[in-house]
Structures are given as structure tokens and as C-alpha cells.
């Protein structure tokens, strides 16, 4: 069974919108961890943001914020502002327990591209 | 600090040859994970070493891939004999306890 869910193939945002880009989930776990990384077309996958199953605030690492809805199992990702520069492919990834073996699931990914 | 580096960036080889990556973790990082990633498949986690000892290779494709840790900061990931099919981009990364996994930026094999 699939476990992590990005339904968008691919995104159009013009330049200095937000956009958001979907991941749901499926765990039994109380604890886990969700991951967001980007891969530009450059091919390096760059880590951007984080959060924690217990984490009650939603995380933010400067324009990138998490929107994570618990009960849902989603976990979106917004990108206040686009920049150019944001074009790339958009993978949510979760880490389950045990914890000690810090393997992670990705998703199919979503590819935003960003026009002016 | 240095991140993953891998290396080479780029491996052209031809069907039947061995074919080794390589894969220096950020130091400290006791975590190592060989990906692969195809427009078919996407990103496939091959194995994973923990203290230099692999946990889990379940997602090793056959007998013709192997991948080693010999120490903290050094692993190989082996491809013998090479065939068309393993073209794609292979990925190395590490990680630290609840810390995220760093790529390195990727090797990107093609067997002619």
C-alpha cells in the first residue's frame, strides 16, 4: 500500500504567488516524520522542511511553511512568494518507527514550475 | 561543513562492464542509504547501513549489485556485470539520529 500520496503531477504558479503542493499519508504510528525535499533540474535532492508527528506548531523554514493537518494525514507544503528559482520537483517523504532505522518512503513527487 | 560527495558525477560505461560508485558521508552521520531513481520507479532505497553494517538490502535489484561500508566514511556501491536496465541517477545519503538525510548531488550512470 502505497504510503505517501502526492495526487499533483505538476503545478503552474506565476511568480510572487503562494502555492501549495498536497501529500497525504498513511501510518498507524502515533510517531512519525514527515520530510520535504526539493530536486531541481540540476538533480540534487535539497532538503527543506520538517515536522514531527507531536510538533504542535506548523513548521516554517523562511518562504516554505508546512501545513500539516493530523487527523487528515496531510501534510502540504505552501511556498509563500514564488521565486523562478523554485521550479523543481517536490517530494514528501515520512520517516516511520523504529526510529533506529531512519529509512524514509517517498512520495511520486509533484514537478511546480514557476512562470513570470 | 562538507556535504555527501559522490562520485563520479558521471559514469558512461558499456553493457558487461563493472561499474563501482562511490559515496563519503558527512562525518559524524552514522547512517548510509544507496538510492536509485528512474522516470519509471522514482526514488528506490537499495540499502542502508547503520554503524558500517548493512540493515537492510531488500531493495537490492539481484545478485549483480552489491554495496559495501568498510569504514565510517567510505562506501561503494558495485554494479557487475552492468546492463542497459541500470541506467539512472544512484543517490548516497546520510543521517544522524533524528536529524534529515542529506544527498549527496548524485551519480548518473548510463550502460550503452
Known amino acids: 500500500a502505497q504510503k505517501i500520496t502526492q495526487t499533483q503531477p505538476g503545478m503552474f504558479v506565476q511568480e510572487k504567488e503562494a502555492v501549495t503542493l498536497d501529500c497525504t499519508y498513511d501510518t498507524s504510528d502515533q510517531s512519525y516524520g514527515l520530510f520535504w525535499y526539493k530536486q531541481p533540474s540540476s538533480g540534487e535532492m535539497i532538503f527543506l522542511i520538517y515536522q514531527g508527528s507531536y510538533d504542535e506548531q506548523n513548521a516554517t523554514e523562511g518562504r516554505y511553511s508546512l501545513n500539516f493537518q493530523k487527523a487528515r494525514k496531510s501534510a502540504n507544503l505552501v511556498i509563500s512568494a514564488s521565486q523562478l528559482g523554485d521550479s523543481a520537483m517536490y517530494f514528501c517523504a515520512m520517516r516511520e518507527p523504529p526510529y533506529n532505522t531512519d529509512k524514509l518512503i517517498f512520495g511520486t513527487g509533484t514537478r511546480l514550475q514557476v512562470f513570470p | 561543513d562538507a556535504g555527501v560527495i559522490q562520485s563520479p558525477r558521471h559514469e558512461v560505461t558499456e553493457m558487461g562492464q563493472e561499474v563501482t560508485l562511490r559515496c563519503k558521508p558527512i562525518s559524524g552521520h552514522d547512517y548510509l542509504f544507496w538510492y536509485r531513481q528512474t522516470m519509471m520507479r522514482g526514488l528506490e532505497l537499495l540499502i542502508y547501513?547503520?554503524?558500517?553494517?548493512?540493515?537492510?538490502d531488500s531493495g537490492m535489484p539481484e545478485d549483480r549489485f552489491s554495496a559495501k561500508m568498510p569504514n565510517a566514511s567510505f562506501s561503494t556501491l558495485k554494479i557487475q556485470p552492468s546492463e542497459p536496465r541500470d541506467s539512472a541517477v544512484y543517490f548516497c545519503?546520510?543521517?544522524?539520529?533524528?536529524?534529515?538525510?542529506?544527498f549527496g548531488d548524485g551519480t548518473r550512470l548510463s550502460i550503452l
Open positions: 545519503a546520510s543521517s544522524s539520529g533524528d536529524q534529515p538525510q542529506h
Open positions: 547501513f547503520n554503524n558500517n553494517v548493512p540493515i537492510d
